[in-house]
């Protein structure tokens, strides 16, 4: 009857997930799916309608995480027919020879997805749920952590009070819901601004195809300057520049952006085109990249935290939004458990969670340290064979930290251990082999000596070509 109708409705707990972006959307699915009443606010307006936003990165790197979360609400065979698959890493070399490096065996490869695209079909996923709603054009002022009541603020200046029983806050890096967090004691946070930013390049078509091959994530690496590019399904390709913010402000005429890259990506300069590169890349200046990390990621059974409200890294791992996703996979799986009771349910998230998210954040930072310090096209390619070969030797012992990463659900903290734990056992196989060999060799040596001087000259040359591998 109506009156069950009604009665039933108001028994529904209500969740509000505040950001409509790419966690807040899918945990709307997540939730819906649950049987909670949910409200998604946006602050924005709805992007379905509204034209490409600027200044956000246009194509992401999915890789298995991410799938796993799109499967579990039925959308992961609708995105993923809408990427395009990365098979292997393409490294241009400073002369512009490419060498690929496969991800590992055939089934193994990340997805270029468009980042708008995905963002709407997870909206107009979360919007076929009966119980679902989405306020577009409500932005976050204010909420009371004892009430959870929450105050919106519209275009048009007006304010909306709302209520729930549980909000998400799913509101990005500089999250409003985070803000209340901050003035609770015991509240843990830390943000770092890196010195690079980054820029994005397109790479139009030429004659109708794609300027380079498409199933590849082209990486240059060039120590302090890093560029990617990722492929489109309009045949274009995004390529994103790293480069620290000084950098970017010496370039200031379109000369001096060919220049720079006749310096460090002579070979993208045609496949991007002169005249473009000297529009696009005073299009936007650079972008900045923080790197958040925070906990407890709750308070009470009143709101928790989630993507990169709860977590923002920097973008040198292409985990942040796996990481999100991810993130919506394993609150649902606590709520399994404590049959959603969300007082014993949020405590959970934060200590399950916590390790994980900050592990990653820590990994995509020393992603970026150790490429911005040691890694151009040759090391790069030496450390990818060397994992190769290593993992191809040992398959169950050695698994490199990427794949681990990138194409398993070990969590964050664990493979991490893990890549220690196989750095020890690699040094001291290195160790006991170097031993031998030495103990092999002066056996032989004082059984029979050679002529030392032909041995020097190319035991020299070896050690500095080793050396050139680090710093050329
Ligand atoms: C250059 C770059 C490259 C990247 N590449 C990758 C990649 O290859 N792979 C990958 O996995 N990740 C990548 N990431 C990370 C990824 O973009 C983020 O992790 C992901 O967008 C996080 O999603 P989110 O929903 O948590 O936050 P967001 O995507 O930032 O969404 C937050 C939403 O909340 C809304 N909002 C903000 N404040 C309020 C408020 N007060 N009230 C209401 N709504 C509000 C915003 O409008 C937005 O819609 C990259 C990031 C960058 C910057
Ligand atoms: C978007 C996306 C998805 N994955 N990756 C990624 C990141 C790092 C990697 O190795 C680090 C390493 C190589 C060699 C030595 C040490 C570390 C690899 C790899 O192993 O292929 C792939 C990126 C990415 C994002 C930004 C930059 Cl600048 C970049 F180059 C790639």
Redesign the pocket.
Known sequence: TMEEQSDRSSKRKVVAVVGGGLVGALNACFFAKRGFDVEVFESREDIRQAKVVKGRSIN??L?HRGRQALKHVGMEEKIVSKGIP?HA?MIHSLSGKQSP?P?GKKGQF?LSVDRANLNKELLTEAETYSNTKLNFDHKLQDWNAETGLMTFVRCDGSKQQIEADLIVGCDGAFSAIRKQFLRRSRFNYSQTYIPHGYMELTMPPINGEFAMKPNY?H???RNTF???A?PNLDKTFTC?L?MPFEEFEKITTGDEVIEFFQKYFPDAIPLIGVDALKKDYFRLPGQAMVSVKCSPYHIGNKCVLMGDAAHAVV?????GMNAGFEDCIVLDEIMDKFNDDFSAVLPEYTRVRVPDDHAIADLAM???I??RA??NSK??LF??YV?NFLHLLMPKKII?L?TMV?FTRTRYHKAVERWHWQDKVINRSLMLSATGAALGGSYLLIKNPPDINKLIIPAEKMWNRLLALRTA
């Open positions: 992401l790197a890789s990365m890493r490096i991800y990340i994530l990486i240059w690496p890093m560029m990617i990722l994103t790293f973008p040198f791992y292409g985990q020393y992603n970026y150790e490429m040691h890694v090391w790069f450390r990818k994992d490199p990427y990138t």
